[in-house]
């Protein structure tokens, strides 16, 4: 069986699925000529062949022994040697590791007893040496024993307060042998095994481990994994054996504006974790220059060709060991969201880069967090902390320890901050009520950032600077500072900062600029926003309408750059003051046409001044207007509540005639699941003359503005058709109210009818349906909750949640559209559509119009146009542009 273990060196031709994400970019910066640490790669063949024989075939074990001497070969060193042992670092890359986040690695491999006071004689620096031993053990417990992470944590945690926290990352020199003796004996006493003291043992461990984790996926009801994955063995290289030693990265340009030139950090002496976190204190590159010329000089070509080889900022990891350079990754550099745009706009400018990708190396994602308000970059607040900007935003608020006193903090009006080690499902409700969430554990992907991104909340995780007592509630910043529940903290979630005291927030200048308070050159983000969205602009096949339902929605909209209105929803019109008309027309009698005709007769100006100043805002685009859509519910007194007014009133003998009518109409009119109930076109078909007398209210402001000199472009739109004839007979009723209406004004308005999509037996009867309709939106709310049969309420507060935690689903069908079910029946019902009426204008104006991964698959699907908030409009332009650069589409012949 050939192709289970490659040298990093000898990759040439080998697939990138079989080598994993490690291997194959470790082999491309070989590639280049990099001097990357030697190591090599078992593939996702040899996780195969090793599940299949439920054992180490020769075949693997072979290989692996060669390979292992190879690199002792090299190094000069052996592994388990007690004086100055070689260590070797294992990344594991998980199948379908382009979607998870790959498992950090095992490193200090090599590491016994003996050669930790080996390596320490060799010049290795005591606390780095003594705290890799402990993570190994820890990551042995973890990943070989199966023992809960928490238990070492919770010695880790012990451990940081012996030493008073007075350290950034955990424990001190002192401690760490101690902690190290802790994780062994929670080793022993959970399992009964002891740490082995033979590496080559360990390191089998390991990789079994690894390889049957994957055999189940470890996620429970998921189907067992048949892609396998592949696990990197690297050499490790240290930065602190000494003044000739050291750790950087290096920008190889500068990673806010993009301009060329090299910038970076050297810390002589340090260990890998000095850096992690941010620069904090460390030294600029000219301090390696000073030190080690020749390092620094090959630093500055290595640096030119991963820039050109990248064609972008690109971040490199590096290593000086004794003296020599070695470069552990290279790649295009981490950035946050406002440097994402001025990369590609600088890189866009010196030739480097198209307009084409231009668009790509920023996402909507990115635009998404430009649009919070931030701190005031005026007033440097008080920083204790940095950790992981996992959820946009600036939120100030007081601190509390757990979800409980969060919500009951802040449904007494408190802005609160919630501060864990790391969030559960159990915080969720203070989560949600919460203006931001801290944890000093956690990175991207973890439960706090997904969550807090899921609910809007600014979030900071992995702020390990941070030692968090919730059970004290308090927290500890570097320096001792002591903060207590109640103390006002600041968080950025865009840069990760975590701040004492209450820093004041800003509106964001990319804000500023949609609403046309500032011009595009105010400001160098917003210039570079601005040009992407050219781009975006002149490149998308996709039309962006908003979904606005108020003439200052509609204003904000065209700010925002809306080639129109795809969804007026005309039951928003009916709040406060209306909200009584439209009462008064639902539970009157069906007999009591002179009440029915006084309230239309009441409603219809107020609809025509509406859409009049709507039409007028988006004068020359398109308007869809929503013909009423109410679940009836939200227009009757609730049941109980009056059924138990009537009774106490009639037990004192006293009821109001009022009261009891209204009660018999409401129970008249009760439903059992509104939402399948009475509306959308429904109600339009059995409450007489409600359709008629809004198209009568579309026809009249369409053509006062007509008169104005505007430009109206209507369209009216008929909700939750689920057959063609519903749609057939309104139809012919508001074609009646437009002849009525052209022959009243003398002006002629082309008004297109169509219908929502937006229940699965219209999108299986499209073709007919299509016979009656100018154009299709589809309702893709209703149409998800009907298809999954899951109302989304119910489903975000209650289990979807827990399909996530088992596995069953990755994300929300209601976020991203679910392409293999509802997506078959979007599908569907265009191809029968367009068949039947093949200049059919299609539409999406469920949320889905908004997001981004659901805009790439409605542009592939040629749909005609996308509709979302106003606010999301400019991502979706950026989106829909993207999605063009990405998917460029065969012209139709
Ligand atoms: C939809 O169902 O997708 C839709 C836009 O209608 P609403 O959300 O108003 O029901
Ligand atoms: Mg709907």
Redesign the pocket.
């Known amino acids: 069986m050939s192709g289970l273990v490659y040298d990093l060196c000898d990759t040439g031709g080998v697939a990138a699925d079989q080598l994993g994400r490690t291997g194959t970019e470790l082999a491309e910066l070989i590639g280049l000529g990099l001097p990357v640490p030697p190591g090599f790669v078992l593939t996702a063949r040899a996780c195969h062949a090793y599940l299949a024989a439920q054992e180490v075939p020769t075949e693997l074990a072979e290989p692996v022994r060669a390979h292992l001497h190879e690199l002792a070969r090299r190094a000069g060193r052996k592994l388990g040697q007690s004086d100055d042992p070689l260590l070797l670092s294992l990344h594991a890359d998980r199948p379908g590791s382009g979607q998870d986040a790959p498992a950090a690695p095992v490193r200090g491999i090599g590491l016994t007893d003996a050669s930790v006071a080996g390596f320490i004689a060799a010049g290795g620096d005591e606390r780095a040496v003594w705290d890799l031993y402990q993570r190994l053990v820890a990551a042995y417990g973890t990943v070989v024993a199966g023992i809960p992470a928490e238990k070492f944590e919770a010695e880790l945690t012990r451990a940081d307060w012996a030493c008073g926290q007075a350290e950034q990352f955990c424990s001190g020199a002192a401690e760490l042998p101690a902690l190290v003796a802790a994780h062994k004996r929670v080793l022993r006493e959970q399992t009964g095994r002891e740490f082995p003291q033979d590496p080559n043992e360990v390191l089998e461990s390991f990789v079994r481990a690894t390889f049957d984790s994957w055999a189940v996926n470890g996620r429970g009801r998921r189907p067992l994994v048949t892609s396998g994955g592949a696990l990197t063995i690297s050499t490790m290289v240290f930065g602190h054996l000494g003044v000739d030693s050291g750790i950087g990265v290096a920008h190889t340009r500068d990673p806010g504006s993009g301009r060329p030139g090299v910038r970076g950090h050297y810390l002589p002496g340090a260990r890998a974790g000095n850096l992690v976190s941010g620069p904090r204190g460390a030294d600029s590159l000219a301090r390696l220059a000073r030190l080690n010329p020749d390092a620094h000089q090959r630093l500055l070509t290595i640096s030119s060709i991963v820039d050109e080889h990248f064609r972008d900022l690109c971040d490199i990891d590096f290593v000086v060991e004794r003296g020599r350079l070695w470069v552990l990754r290279a790649g295009p550099g981490r950035r946050g969201a406002a440097a994402a745009f001025r990369i590609a706009m600088a890189l866009h400018d010196e030739g480097v880069i198209d307009d084409d990708e231009a668009l790509c190396r920023v996402t909507g994602e990115q635009l998404t967090q430009l649009l919070f308000p931030r701190f005031d970059p005026g007033v440097p607040g008080q920083r204790v902390a940095t950790g992981v900007a996992a959820s946009p935003g600036a939120a100030v608020g007081q601190v509390v320890f757990d979800s409980v006193t969060a919500v009951s903090w802040a449904k007494a009006g408190r802005p609160v901050i919630l501060v864990r080690t790391h969030t559960t499902q159990d915080d969720l409700p203070g989560m949600s009520l919460a203006r931001g969430v801290l944890t000093s554990r956690g990175g991207q992907t973890s439960h706090a950032a997904v969550t807090a991104r899921g609910l809007g909340r600014t979030c900071v995780t992995g702020a390990d600077q941070l030692s968090v007592d919730t059970g004290g509630h308090r927290f500890t910043a570097p320096g001792g500072v002591l903060v207590r529940e109640g103390d006002t903290v600041s968080i950025d979630g865009a840069t990760g900062a975590v701040c004492l005291g209450e820093v004041p927030v800003v509106p964001s200048p990319v804000v500023e600029y949609f609403e046309g308070e500032i011009e595009p050159d105010a400001d160098a983000v917003v210039h570079a926003v601005h040009r992407i969205l050219r781009y975006a602009d002149r490149r998308r096949v996709l039309a962006v309408r908003a979904?606005a339902d108020t003439p200052a929605d509609a204003a904000r909209a065209r700010r925002f750059g809306a080639d129109g209105i795809g969804?007026c929803?005309t039951?928003q019109m009916f709040s406060s003051d209306r909200r009584a008309l439209i009462e008064r027309l639902i539970v009157a009698e069906p007999d009591d046409h002179h009440e029915r005709a006084d309230v239309l007769a009441e409603l219809l100006p107020l609809q025509r001044q509406d859409f009049q100043q709507i039409f007028r805002a988006m004068d020359g685009r398109p308007v869809t207007v929503?013909l009423l859509?109410p679940p009836l519910h939200e227009f009757l007194p609730d049941l109980t509540e009056l059924s138990v007014r009537v009774a106490l009133a009639e037990a004192g003998g006293a009821a109001e005639v009022a009261d009891v009518w209204l009660l018999r109409v409401a129970r008249r009119l009760h439903e059992h699941n509104p939402m399948l109930g009475l509306r959308g076109v429904r109600l339009g078909l059995v409450v007489p003359g409600l359709y008629e007398m809004q198209v009568r209210a579309i026809a009249e402001a369409a053509a006062a503005c007509v008169t104005e000199g505007g430009r109206p472009r209507v369209e009216i739109m008929v909700?939750?058709v689920a057959d063609a004839t519903e749609l057939a007979v309104v139809r012919e009723r508001a074609e009646a109210v437009l002849a009525e209406v052209r022959e009243h004004t003398g002006i002629d308005l082309p008004a297109a009818i169509g219908t929502?999509i937006?229940l699965p037996r219209a999108a299986l009867t499209a073709g007919r349906i299509a016979e009656h309709a100018q154009f299709f939106?589809?309702?893709?709310?209703?149409?998800?909750?009907t298809a999954w049969g899951m109302s989304r309420d119910d489903a975000e507060s209650e289990f979807l949640p827990e399909y996530r935690a088992q596995g069953i689903l990755t994300g929300s069908p209601f976020s991203s559209i679910d392409e293999e079910g509802v997506g078959r029946l979007i599908t569907l019902a265009t191809g029968e559509g367009r068949a039947a009426r093949p200049d059919l204008h299609v539409g999406?104006?469920?949320?889905?119009g908004g997001d981004p991964e659901s805009i790439h698959f409605f542009h592939r699907l040629r749909i005609d146009h996308v509709s979302c908030s106003p606010f999301r409009v400019p991502i979706a332009r950026l989106e829909a542009g993207r999605a063009a650069a990405c998917y460029p589409l065969p012209s139709v012949g």
Request: proline share 4%; aromatic share 4%.
């Open positions: 979904n969804l929803r039951e929503r859509d909700p939750l929502m937006e939106s589809f309702g893709t709310n209703d149409l998800t909750q999406v104006c469920g949320e889905h």
